[in-house]
């Protein structure tokens, strides 16, 4: 009995865990518009053969292989399944012995196989059923599958830059250049490929941002509408000696607007595609976003012995106004504080969800 059924277990288990793993499509791909579609709950899926009866695991049905307690749910369906086949076995077995030491006629031979049959169905469903409580009395931990921890695999998609010549293109191994100054690459299946992009308003309308001795700017494109460009004036006017800020982002093309989306939506387990500087929120390409519009900077500030513009403080689990508890300090939560101040005294609203984001 205990052979058949480990023998049965073995034979059902081969069958359904040998299964044929379908990858889900690749998660960025061109559509037949020509935009970039990205699929971001695209998962590798497997398809079992049979149905396990009284689970979630139906034929032909596809389950992700990324739930964190799926391999703990298929280790107790099998069991579940095996133990009522098993009992099953046992039922028709002690049946069946007991025909045969009916119609034994008094032969001792027989009388002693129907014997043999009935105990070994009784001892295999001792252990199989036995064990379990030994086992559960013993330590829950040793039946208690509980949820398996599954870390994702880190994304080796890259996201290319925003090019605006052949000649910025070439620079990068991974960039492909297939178009005009009004296009974006986009990483593709090993490559970057050009996607059409829109040319907002405002485009024509923003102007480069006035430098002074009292900060600096690392934007990939500084420019700003006049009436930002004005405001910003104002506050760095307002700045007082040992104190010095930078502006980190401010108009975005839709172009740019795009890389930044797609850094945001392609990170998986917090890691950034690569070719991305951050992957933090970002909203999708709209001439109507603030930034796009030309009247939004993202600013970090050094003062009070604190230097805001550190990569690793350049991130909303850094909201610190108002706050000392780890990993914000008093003087970090001083440092986001006066720049508030600053920009907000110049014209600007600050966003609660991100210190360093400030639009007119």
Not at 166 to 194: P, R, S, Y
Not at 256 to 277: A, D, F, M, S, W
Not at 285 to 291: G, K, L, R, T
Not at 307 to 333: A, E, F, H, K
Request: overall charge negative; charged content about 15%.
């Amino acid at each position: 009995m205990v052979i058949f059924f480990s023998l049965l277990t073995f034979l059902l288990a081969t069958k359904i865990l040998v299964i044929p793993a379908t990858q889900a499509a690749s998660p960025i791909n061109i559509s037949d518009t020509g935009a970039l579609a990205v699929d971001p709950d695209s998962q590798i899926k497997f398809k079992p053969n049979i149905t396990i009866p009284n689970s979630d695991f139906k034929a032909g049905v596809d389950t992700p292989l990324d739930t964190s307690d799926l391999l703990s749910n298929y280790i107790v369906a099998i069991y579940r399944y095996g133990a009522i086949l098993a009992t099953i076995v046992a039922m028709f077995m002690l049946v069946l012995a007991g025909w045969k030491w009916l119609l034994a006629a008094g032969s001792s031979e027989r009388i002693n196989s129907a014997k043999d049959t009935i105990s070994g169905a009784l001892v295999g469903l001792a252990i199989l059923f036995g064990g379990y409580l030994l086992m559960s009395q013993i330590s829950t931990k040793l039946v208690d599958f509980g949820t398996f921890s599954i870390t994702p695999v880190p994304s080796i998609q890259s996201i290319c830059g925003t090019y605006q010549s052949k000649t910025e293109c070439d620079v990068d191994t991974m960039c492909e250049w297939q178009g005009d100054e009004n296009q974006i690459t986009v990483a593709l299946g090993g490559k970057c490929v050009a996607i059409s992009v829109q040319i907002c308003p405002a485009d024509s309308q923003v102007v480069p941002i006035v430098l002074n001795s009292k900060f600096t700017v690392t934007a990939s494109d500084p420019r700003l509408m006049p009436e930002a460009n004005a405001a910003l004036q104002r506050a760095v006017s307002s700045l007082q000696a040992g104190e010095t800020i930078t502006i980190t982002s401010a108009y975005r093309s839709w172009a740019l607007q795009k890389t930044l989306y797609e850094c945001y939506i392609n990170k998986q387990g917090g890691v950034c595609p690569g070719g991305c500087r951050s992957c933090n929120f970002a909203n999708p390409p709209d001439c109507n976003e603030i930034h796009q519009r030309g009247l939004a900077v993202d600013v970090c500030y050094s003062g009070f012995g604190v230097n805001t513009c550190v990569n690793q403080i350049m991130d909303s689990d850094y909201n610190c106004i108002g706050r000392t508890d780890p990993p914000c300090t008093s003087s970090l939560s001083s440092a986001e504080t006066r720049l508030r101040d600053i920009m907000t005294n110049a014209g600007f609203d600050s966003w609660s969800g991100e210190w360093w984001h400030f639009n007119l």
